[in-house]
């Protein structure tokens, strides 16, 4: 490709606390109804002064830390002006020159397809095959959120709900270090993941609790991907970004647009700002982009410049295992694949889940008579096939079961200590893939005791050699061409004849009995 992308992000990110920012309204942004919960501080009312929030500077600071940033021993607010209905007070409390972090770097894993030769970074260098890729972060602040603007009333009016004006906001900004728009999408998810880790915000996208902006243009580079010209082009905003998958889509179009701008000899000449119209799947231009010096940024004089030692000093203890170290554990400690440790740990709720459902699961191996070993030892020994199962059941029947009943980890009604037991019964050929499917549904459904439900409706796997010897006879009787067939050399058929085994006993035959009856009995054809 003769134009390299330059893309950076600039994400907000809405903390969790009781209060808001500088007031002591409820945060509750998705309140319903608009309007409730607001006081004269957060609408901007003559005479009224900030209180800072010291529960979102610790958020701030600990978001700053699991993203390697240089911390600031003192830090403050400023005031960047502007006039939008959204914004009360014709400015926002935010920070300029004295942010809570500088110059970070968050690492994430790039799909081997995604690295290489072709893709060299934004600031020089060639990424290798496989190699992670390390993110730039050039900030972290604090600042206040605008109100929300509803446009397209019944009366054809834009209003303004309040609720959402003055809550506490993160700012990351990056580096321009992404070389592809997957890996915006990545580091997108691996923040989100971090943010839930720290138990600072849900960021969820969808619901505007991470927002994201992303900059790109485009770089000229000669046959050998070298940089034709040292300086960076004007970048370009994109707005209105509410997914992953927005984010990647709005990135790829941008790219296709300016590649065009280049070859014909129109490359963009001023920053702009351009929003992304999700329906049309296309960029529009909203308006030229502001510098920092359109803000008029000067410090916020009802709030003193802040010591930040002691907050530093309480939350150096507070960092818990992140993602990134957790996934890694998940693979070596438990045995689960990259993909499957990745899902797994991409909710605490979901790892804490999962750690309680092994360790519930160990227990219950060594309980079982037909297990040799204690638990560590049996766990060790058949490491690969029981992290494949409780990885498989959770990230695939169980993860779609929740989809479907919109059912969230925190109200799920299976207890790790049923859920150990269901994949024991698994582990122990007592129950089919068929019937397990059916069990764990009623499972989720009412909570109930595997073992018990298994019993109540039948489903327990049929491991009778007599009676499973009959039904197999009786296929092999019903179906004299595919038998012919088979004895003829084509052994493929083979597994003709234990899709309907399994059909005729509901799933509840042991398929490997199920096998070698057939083995025998067609051999004899």
Same mark, same amino acid.
């Given at each position: 490709?003769?134009?390299?992308?330059?893309?950076? %992000?600039?994400?907000?990110?809405?903390?969790?606390?009781?209060?808001?920012?500088? #007031?002591? &309204?409820?945060?509750?942004?998705?309140?319903?109804?608009?309007?409730?919960?607001?006081?004269?501080?957060?609408?901007?009312?003559?005479?009224?002064?900030?209180?800072?929030?010291?529960?979102?500077?610790?958020?701030?600071?600990?978001?700053?830390?699991?993203?390697?940033?240089?911390?600031?021993?003192?830090?403050?607010?400023?005031?960047?002006?502007?006039?939008? /209905?959204?914004?009360?007070?014709?400015?926002?409390?935010?920070?300029?020159?004295?942010?809570?972090?500088?110059?970070?770097?968050?690492?994430?894993?790039?799909?081997?397809?995604?690295?290489?030769?072709?893709?060299?970074? =934004?600031?020089?260098?060639?990424?290798?095959?496989?190699?992670?890729?390390?993110?730039?972060?050039?900030?972290?602040?604090?600042?206040?959120?605008?109100?929300?603007?509803?446009?397209?009333?019944?009366?054809?009016?834009? %209003?303004?709900?309040?609720?959402? &004006?003055?809550?506490?906001?993160?700012?990351?900004?990056?580096?321009?270090?992404?070389?592809?728009?997957?890996?915006?999408?990545?580091?997108?998810?691996?923040?989100?993941?971090?943010?839930? &880790?720290?138990?600072?915000?849900?960021?969820?996208?969808?619901? =505007?609790?991470?927002? &994201?902006?992303?900059?790109?243009?485009?770089?000229?580079?000669?046959?050998?991907?070298?940089?034709?010209? =040292?300086?960076?082009?004007?970048?370009?905003?994109?707005?209105?970004?509410?997914?992953?998958?927005?984010?990647?889509?709005? %990135?790829?179009?941008?790219?296709?647009?300016?590649?065009?701008?280049?070859?014909?000899?129109?490359?963009?000449?001023?920053?702009?700002?351009?929003?992304?119209?999700?329906?049309?799947?296309?960029?529009?231009?909203?308006?030229?982009?502001?510098?920092?010096?359109?803000?008029?940024?000067?410090?916020? /004089?009802?709030?003193?410049?802040?010591?930040?030692?002691?907050?530093?000093?309480?939350?150096?203890?507070?960092?818990?295992?992140?993602?990134?170290?957790?996934?890694?554990?998940?693979?070596?400690?438990?045995?689960?694949?990259?993909?499957? =440790?990745?899902?797994?740990?991409?909710?605490?709720?979901?790892?804490?889940?999962?750690?309680?459902?092994?360790?519930?699961?160990?227990?219950?191996?060594?309980?079982?008579?037909?297990?040799?070993?204690?638990?560590?030892?049996?766990?060790?020994?058949?490491?690969?096939?029981?992290?494949?199962?409780?990885?498989?059941?959770? #990230?695939?029947?169980?993860?779609?079961?929740?989809?479907?009943?919109?059912?969230?980890?925190?109200?799920?009604?299976?207890?790790?200590?049923?859920?150990?037991?269901? $994949?024991?019964?698994?582990?122990?050929?007592? $129950?089919?893939?068929?019937?397990?499917?059916?069990?764990?549904?009623?499972?989720?459904?009412?909570?109930?005791?595997?073992?018990?439900?298994?019993?109540?409706?039948?489903?327990?796997?049929?491991?009778?050699?007599?009676?499973?010897?009959?039904?197999?006879?009786?296929?092999?009787?019903?179906?004299?061409?595919?038998?012919?067939?088979?004895?003829?050399?084509?052994?493929?058929?083979?597994?003709?004849?234990?899709?309907?085994?399994?059909?005729?006993?509901?799933?509840?035959?042991? /398929?490997?009995?199920?096998?070698?009856?057939?083995?025998?009995?067609?051999?004899?054809?």
């Amino acid at each position: 490709m003769p134009y390299q992308p330059v893309i950076g %992000l600039e994400i907000h990110v809405q903390l969790k606390t009781k209060s808001k920012m500088f #007031c002591t &309204c409820p945060n509750n942004p998705d309140e319903a109804e608009p309007n409730v919960n607001i006081c004269s501080i957060c609408t901007g009312q003559p005479g009224t002064l900030p209180v800072i929030n010291k529960a979102a500077l610790e958020m701030a600071v600990l978001a700053a830390r699991a993203l390697n940033l240089k911390l600031s021993e003192e830090s403050k607010f400023d005031r960047k002006n502007y006039f939008y /209905p959204d914004l009360p007070k014709g400015y926002q409390i935010s920070q300029y020159d004295m942010p809570i972090g500088l110059d970070g770097y968050l690492e994430i894993d790039v799909p081997s397809h995604l690295s290489g030769e072709s893709n060299r970074a =934004a600031r020089g260098g060639v990424r290798p095959k496989g190699a992670r890729a390390k993110i730039g972060i050039t900030r972290v602040h604090l600042e206040e959120d605008a109100a929300k603007s509803i446009h397209g009333s019944k009366t054809g009016e834009t %209003l303004i709900d309040y609720n959402r &004006c003055g809550t506490p906001l993160v700012e990351i900004v990056t580096e321009p270090d992404f070389r592809t728009p997957q890996e915006a999408k990545i580091f997108l998810q691996e923040l989100r993941a971090i943010m839930r &880790c720290l138990k600072i915000s849900d960021a969820d996208m969808e619901k =505007a609790q991470m927002r &994201c902006d992303a900059n790109i243009s485009l770089r000229k580079t000669d046959e050998n991907g070298e940089f034709v010209d =040292a300086a960076l082009s004007p970048k370009t905003e994109i707005k209105n970004l509410n997914s992953f998958k927005a984010v990647e889509r709005a %990135l790829e179009y941008e790219i296709k647009r300016q590649t065009k701008l280049w070859e014909q000899g129109k490359p963009p000449r001023v920053q702009s700002t351009r929003g992304w119209n999700e329906q049309s799947a296309v960029t529009e231009e909203q308006r030229v982009k502001e510098e920092a010096h359109d803000y008029r940024y000067f410090p916020e /004089p009802d709030l003193p410049p802040m010591d930040m030692g002691e907050i530093i000093a309480k939350t150096q203890s507070e960092l818990p295992e992140l993602p990134i170290a957790k996934r890694k554990r998940f693979i070596d400690e438990y045995g689960f694949k990259n993909e499957e =440790a990745k899902f797994l740990t991409s909710d605490p709720s979901l790892a804490e889940f999962t750690e309680n459902v092994i360790s519930e699961l160990k227990e219950w191996l060594a309980s079982l008579p037909e297990v040799e070993g204690d638990a560590e030892e049996i766990y060790e020994k058949q490491k690969a096939k029981l992290a494949k199962l409780v990885g498989g059941w959770i #990230c695939s029947k169980l993860q779609g079961i929740m989809t479907d009943k919109k059912i969230d980890i925190k109200n799920l009604k299976i207890t790790p200590e049923n859920f150990a037991e269901f $994949i024991s019964l698994i582990y122990t050929n007592k $129950i089919g893939s068929a019937a397990a499917q059916k069990i764990l549904a009623k499972m989720a459904e009412a909570g109930q005791d595997p073992t018990q439900i298994m019993e109540d409706n039948e489903l327990g796997q049929m491991s009778d050699v007599k009676e499973i010897e009959t039904v197999v006879q009786d296929i092999i009787r019903q179906n004299p061409d595919q038998a012919a067939a088979y004895g003829a050399g084509k052994t493929a058929l083979l597994q003709f004849f234990v899709g309907l085994a399994m059909k005729a006993t509901e799933g509840k035959a042991d /398929p490997n009995i199920v096998k070698v009856l057939l083995e025998k009995y067609l051999k004899e054809k």
